[in-house]
Antibody, heavy 119, light 107 residues
Framework: QVQLVESGGGVVQPGRSLRLSCAAS????????MHWVRQAPGKGLEWVAF????????FSADSVKGRFTISRDNSQKTLYLQMSSLRAGDTAVYFC????????????WGKGTAVTVSS | DIQMTQSPTTLSASVGDRVTITCRAG??????LAWYQQKPGKAPKLLIY???DLESGVPSRFSGSGSGTEFTLSISSLQPDDFATYYC?????????FGQGTKVEIK
C-alpha cells in the first residue's frame, strides 16, 4: 500500500537549519509529483513547496522562498525539504503529500513530522 | 495568489443532517479544486478532486459541486465519523492555497 513516512523533525534554534525527509513506498515514486504542506499548532493547512516527478520543476510559497529548498532522489524514493534561517513562525507539523503526475491535488499523505523553532 | 475563503468557519450539526460547506476562490480556477477531511492529530484525507470527482473509497454521501469561483462540499446524511475539519484547496496555479477550514461539530 502507499506509504509516506516523514522524518528529521525536532527542536531547533532560530536561524539554524534542518532537513526533512519523506520516504516513499508502495508506488512508483518517480512517476509522481510531491508536495510539502505544513500546519502550525491549532492552525490550518499551509502549502509549502512542490516538485515535479523528475525534479525539473519546483515552486514554493512566498513565506519560505529563499530559505527552504525542495528536492528529491528518485533512486532512493525519497523527498527532501532543506530548511534554513528558521524562524519561530516555521514551527509546525510538516506533511509530505503525493500528487498525480499532471495534477496538483494531494491524493496520499504522510503522518507528518513536527518542527519546533525555539531558543 | 489565489485566496480561498470557506464558510462557515464552524458548523454545528446532528447525525443524519445534510450539511453544506462553501468555498470561494478569489479568481477563476475552473474545476481545479479539491476537498480534504482532517481529524485531530491526523493527516488530511482527500475526499473530492476536480470539484466533483469522488476519490476512491470515499463514501457516496460526500459530494462536491461548482466551478469557476464558487464551490460546495455536501454531506447528505452526517455520520459520527464525519465530525472533523474540512479544507478546500485550489490547484489551478501556484501557490496551491487552502481555505482556512470548516470545523463540523456535534450539535
Amino acid at each position: 500500500q502507499v506509504q509516506l513516512v516523514e522524518s528529521g523533525g525536532g527542536v531547533v534554534q532560530p536561524g539554524r537549519s534542518l532537513r526533512l525527509s519523506c520516504a516513499a513506498s508502495g508506488f512508483t515514486f518517480s512517476a509522481y509529483a510531491m508536495h510539502w504542506v505544513r500546519q502550525a499548532p491549532g492552525k490550518g493547512l499551509e502549502w509549502v513547496a512542490f516538485i515535479s516527478y523528475d525534479g525539473t520543476e519546483t515552486f514554493s510559497a512566498d513565506s519560505v522562498k529563499g530559505r527552504f529548498t525542495i528536492s528529491r532522489d528518485n533512486s532512493q524514493k525519497t523527498l527532501y525539504l532543506q530548511m534554513s534561517s528558521l524562524r519561530a513562525g516555521d514551527t509546525a507539523v510538516y506533511f509530505c503529500a503525493r500528487s498525480p503526475t499532471t495534477l496538483r491535488y494531494m491524493d496520499a499523505w504522510g503522518k507528518g513530522t513536527a518542527v519546533t523553532v525555539s531558543s | 495568489d489565489i485566496q480561498m475563503t470557506q464558510s462557515p468557519t464552524t458548523l454545528s450539526a446532528s447525525v443524519g443532517d445534510r450539511v453544506t460547506i462553501t468555498c470561494r476562490a478569489g479568481q477563476w480556477i475552473s474545476s481545479w479544486l479539491a476537498w480534504y477531511q482532517q481529524k485531530p492529530g491526523k493527516a488530511p484525507k482527500l475526499l473530492i478532486y476536480r470539484a466533483s470527482d469522488l476519490e476512491s473509497g470515499v463514501p457516496s454521501r460526500f459530494s462536491g459541486s461548482g466551478s469557476g469561483t464558487e464551490f460546495t462540499l455536501s454531506i447528505s446524511s452526517l455520520q459520527p465519523d464525519d465530525f472533523a475539519t474540512y479544507y478546500c484547496q485550489q490547484y489551478h496555479s501556484s501557490p496551491y492555497t487552502f481555505g482556512q477550514g470548516t470545523k463540523v461539530e456535534i450539535k
